[in-house]
């Protein structure tokens, strides 16, 4: 007997391209609408204007964020920490309700994907050509298909960094500085770095992004249950799997509605089999849906051997649609977004902040008072300038404010400092006394803000 040879078994193989299928059907036009929206909001939201500013606009080197005529500075960081909660919990709810539909129609990474794949499908061809065009030798034609695609794609995604640093510069300043030649270090920076994020993640990585980096696939088994909305195959209908000729009812061969095309593997953007069952890599984009129902109208069968379903429903089990982590997560969803739209509402749009000089606790003047020194910092939120009146309650009657100017100027959604000097007469504060300064707007506007400070004089 001769030796066995040893087969050698690689752990780590080369990652075999997927070539997606051309699918058309109501799910198909869903997702192009999807993109469509999602990609024109992208685009088009840093162009528009809103009280003579761009309506969106994150102004970090001034810490001002223009959000639809509202200005937020970094006081108000709760609140977005309070938007991103809303967002994660949207997740859960929608996540335990219908399944991964953020994946199969919102999520950036299949969006940009989606544009991608059109990109490459007009310089390249259908899945066919393509597949044929990646195993040919390289000629003058392949050469120019491929650089056409590349060109789409490297501009695109040049075109995508652009507009995301037009969320952080003002996208008419940015633009004027692009077309002079003379954009700064930084916005550079970022129109490279997140174009060339684009072109990988949406070019190249495409589905290994959603199977090997993104966690969400990884935890949504946790929101899942037999009552979620999922992609599902009919097995009970669907098999025994086998091709026939039109005119043959299945059942009289032993067989089920399955023909066994594949068209539902091959439109998969994942590369995954939906025959086999409930899969991470399932992205819920109903491709393989579109696919079958082509097929089963070729067939003269009923649509929805694989469609949006439960897996109770699939095995003709009652599915219950409102189930206690269903309530759960929509109680918790309402009360947070009803508390931040109240806290959005009743945002205070003037802030006074007051910091005293530290160098000395407190100044002997030549004619005997007591001087404390603070710095004044007014924010005004609101998308109008006011003037603003210094006051101080709660410091003895003889107590005199001295101020640069007696009222300040405070430009729209901006902050001004003052000084403010505070002088009482000797011996009218012994130790240190607490008290407010006020800040009122003077041209009736209903804008007003206190802050606590403190007054140190000399312990007899």
Aim: net charge positive.
């Amino acid at each position: 007997m001769g030796e066995a040879v040893p087969k050698v078994v690689h752990l780590y193989e080369a990652q075999r391209k997927i070539y997606p299928r051309e699918v058309s059907g109501r799910f198909n036009r869903w997702r192009v609408s999807a993109v469509a929206v999602l990609l024109g909001i992208f685009y088009g939201l840093p162009w528009l204007r809103w009280d003579n500013h761009q309506a969106l606009l994150f102004d970090l080197p001034a810490r001002k964020f223009h959000v639809f005529g509202l200005t937020f500075f970094p006081q108000d960081f709760f609140l977005l920490a309070w938007l991103l909660i809303i967002a994660a919990l949207s997740l859960f709810f929608f996540t335990a309700l219908a399944g991964r539909l953020w994946c199969g129609y919102a999520c950036p990474q299949t969006v940009w994907t989606q544009m991608f794949v059109w990109m490459e499908r007009l310089t390249e061809g259908t899945r066919q050509q393509r597949m044929k065009l990646d195993r040919a030798l390289w000629t003058a034609r392949k050469l120019l298909r491929k650089s056409a695609k590349q060109v789409l794609w490297i501009g695109f995604s040049l075109f995508t960094g652009y507009s995301f640093v037009g969320y952080f510069t003002p996208i008419h300043d940015l633009t004027r500085a692009v077309m002079d030649l003379s954009l700064g270090g930084w916005e550079l920076f970022w129109v490279g770095f997140y174009g060339f994020a684009t072109y990988g993640n949406a070019g190249h990585l495409r589905e290994q992004v959603c199977k090997y980096m993104c966690p969400y696939a990884r935890f949504q088994g946790a929101m899942f249950d037999r009552d979620t909305l999922v992609i599902a195959y009919d097995a009970t209908r669907g098999e025994r799997r086998g091709s026939r000729p039109r005119n043959v009812a299945p059942r009289t061969r032993g067989l089920g509605d399955c023909i066994d095309c594949t068209l539902c593997v091959q439109a998969c953007p994942t590369g995954i089999d939906i025959r086999k069952g409930l899969q991470l890599e399932c992205i819920a984009c109903a491709a393989c849906i579109d696919a079958c129902d082509s097929v089963m109208d070729q067939m003269h069968y009923p649509r929805g051997l694989i469609r949006y379903s439960t897996l109770n429903a699939v095995e003709r089990r009652p599915t219950r649609i409102w189930r206690p982590r269903i309530a759960i997560y929509g109680a918790a969803l309402a009360l947070l977004v009803s508390g931040f739209a109240l806290a959005v509402g009743m945002r205070q749009l003037m802030e006074l902040d007051v910091l005293r000089d530290r160098n000395a606790l407190y100044r002997t003047l030549g004619d005997g008072r007591i001087e404390n020194v603070y710095t004044v910092r007014i924010i005004n939120k609101d998308d109008a300038a006011h003037p603003i009146r210094l006051q101080a309650t709660g410091l003895p009657a003889d107590a005199e404010l001295d101020t640069d100017t007696a009222v300040l100027q405070v430009p729209a959604g901006a902050v001004m400092s003052a000084a403010l000097r505070v002088r009482v007469r000797a011996g009218s504060v012994s130790g240190s006394i607490g008290f407010e300064f006020i800040a009122t707007a003077q041209d009736g506007a209903a804008l007003a803000a206190r802050s606590p400070a403190r007054f140190f004089g000399p312990v007899p």
